[in-house]
Every structure is written in structure tokens, then in C-alpha cells.
């Protein structure tokens, strides 16, 4: 079983989270032991300005969250 992380920083540096951080947060996310199929996350990290407008846009909140988190598109036999 793969996995691929992809990390978009579109934030001031000094406010992203290090890279070994990124990593225990996805393995504690994924049982990688139980995946069968190739496993793909994106992460996009804004500053609060963006994430209020995500946040509105996407949940009709007017406020910055901490997080979003959009489901994938599967085949149809899963």
C-alpha cells in the first residue's frame, strides 16, 4: 500500500506546521496497515484570511476554522 501527501503552504511560513508534525498527524489519520488501495492527501494551508472565505463559502459560516475537510471522489465499486 502508498501513500502520497501533497502540502500547498499558501501561508506565512512561521504559521505552518513542520513537516515531521504533518506526518504523525497523516499517520494517525490512516491505519496504513489496513489500507488496500493507494492512499492520496492534499493539504492547503492559508492564512485566516482564506480560510473565513473557505469557511464561508463552503459552510456558510462567516468565521475562520481550523479546519475543512472535503470527501473524495471513489469508484463506484468501493
Known amino acids: 500500500m502508498t501513500a502520497k501527501i501533497e502540502i500547498l503552504k499558501d ?11 504533518v506526518n504523525l498527524w497523516c499517520t494517525a489519520a ?3 496497515e489496513k ?3 493507494p492512499v492520496n492527501i492534499s493539504l492547503r494551508l492559508v492564512d485566516e484570511e482564506e480560510s ?9 459560516k ?3 476554522t481550523n ?8 469508484p463506484e465499486n468501493i
Open 11 to 21: 501561508c506565512d511560513p512561521q504559521w505552518a506546521p513542520d513537516l515531521q508534525s
Open 62 to 64: 462567516d468565521s475562520a
Open 35 to 37: 489500507q488496500t488501495l
Open 30 to 32: 490512516l491505519d496504513l
Open 52 to 60: 473565513r472565505g473557505l469557511n464561508r463559502q463552503f459552510r456558510g
Open 67 to 74: 479546519v475543512l475537510s472535503f470527501p473524495a471522489g471513489f
